[in-house]
């Protein structure tokens, strides 16, 4: 399902897009942007981290890492 963007004016949501959504389809509106700016300086890092993490190849295959997590959940116990 493709996103729907809203803005509030007095206190209204106001939808300024066509939706193919049937009539009735409810729908959890949640604020893009509720991170103070400590929060956000902190994900910018972290980013920023992961993105030298990666151009150094440290990183997995995300297909690889899930099917070991997978064989290691159908292990038999120890």
Do not use: Y
């Not at 209204?12 to 103070?36: A, F, K, N, S």
């Not at 920023?48 to 150094?56: L, P, V």
């Not at 297909?63 to 959940?73: H, P, Q, S, Y």
């Amino acid at each position: 399902m493709t996103p729907v963007k809203a803005i509030v004016k007095h206190g209204r949501l106001i939808v300024d897009e066509p939706t193919d959504l049937p009539d009735g389809t409810e729908l959890e509106l949640v604020p893009v942007d509720d991170m103070d700016d400590d929060e956000r300086a902190k994900l910018l890092a972290a980013i920023d981290e992961a993105d030298r993490d990666f151009e150094q190849g440290k990183h997995v295959d995300g297909f690889e890492f899930l099917a070991a997590l997978k064989a290691r959940r159908e292990a038999p116990p120890r």
